[in-house]
């Protein structure tokens, strides 16, 4: 006997197989999206700078951070014992951040004694010799930008004494502000005004823990922190946190909600590096009020 063929039977089974099948494929969809999300988690990036060489060694340069901003690349240089010459690449402008020992910097005919914490820019100098002084070891980055063609045309209108002449100073030595984000008790000082090169300002802040820098957002730059002497301090941005010691540097994720917290007992001291991302973002340093000095 022949058992009759249920087609509708085997149709809503068909059916409901399709269904489940969906509703699986769907389900790891999801599992993979939330994968996916959880791999790109925000991070605080930051590198560990090491500050002595080998003893077989005089000189290392290496790439920090590679890659992290468009049109900047951040070298360390560790330097004893020799002199070393840097050319600054056509369509570039560099900075040299200064973190520790002591050296000379020749830039033409003209020397500049080198000390813990100091910057300095060639400007219109192409090639500028770097020593360290004999028995020492001399740290510092060597900051690197790329100039867009409205960052040339905005150099035309700079004072010329900003963009001709060798610019140095020690950090100590710069102009004060206060900032709302700040405490009273904060030291801040703007290691390089933005009238020297295009889209970029420099400083410094410091104070000592309990202490922090308020939580805020800049969409309209981006952003690293260099650790310098005993700094010790946490960053926060969004959901992220990291440590942040001395002579270490990382870069604010964009966009960010961040905040710098220095503990009970703790030293905050860092340089903040604000890389423009066009003219217009300049206005941000407004919120910079400067102190003036008695």
Request: glycine letters at 4%; a negative charge.
């Amino acid at each position: 006997m022949k058992t009759k063929f249920n087609y509708l039977a085997f149709s809503l089974l068909l059916t409901t197989v399709f269904f489940i099948g969906c509703k699986e494929t769907e389900k790891k969809k999801e599992i993979e999206i939330e994968k996916t999300q959880e791999q790109e988690k925000l991070e605080i990036p930051i590198e560990y700078l090491a500050m002595d060489l080998q003893s077989n060694s005089q000189d290392r340069t290496k790439t920090v951070l590679e890659n992290e901003i468009p049109g900047i690349e951040v070298e360390h240089i560790t330097l004893t014992g020799v002199a070393k010459n840097h050319l600054t690449e056509d369509g570039h402008k560099d900075i040299y951040l200064f973190v520790s020992g002591n050296g000379k910097v020749t830039a033409n005919a003209e020397n500049f004694d080198i000390v813990p914490e100091t910057i300095l820019l060639p400007n219109a100098i192409k090639t500028i010799s770097i020593k360290a002084t004999e028995n020492d070891t001399l740290n510092f980055l060597k900051i690197s930008t790329k100039l867009t063609e409205q960052d040339l045309l905005d150099l035309k209108e700079f004072p010329a004494e900003n963009t001709q002449n060798v610019y140095y100073r020690k950090f100590t030595d710069c102009e004060a502000y206060t900032e709302p984000i700040k405490s009273p008790n904060t030291v801040s000082r703007t290691i390089l005004p933005n009238k020297y090169l295009p889209r970029i300002a420099m400083g410094t802040v410091q104070t000592k823990g309990p202490d922090k820098v308020g939580a805020h957002e800049h969409g309209m730059l981006e952003q690293l922190f260099l650790g310098l002497t005993d700094n010790q301090v946490i960053v926060y941005a969004d959901d992220a946190q990291v440590n942040f010691p001395e002579h270490s540097i990382l870069h604010i994720p964009l966009g960010s909600s961040h905040s710098v917290e220095a503990l009970d007992g703790d030293e905050m001291y860092y340089v903040w590096m604000d890389f423009f991302r066009d003219k217009a973002g300049e206005e941000w340093l407004k919120t910079h009020n400067a102190v003036e000095e008695e």
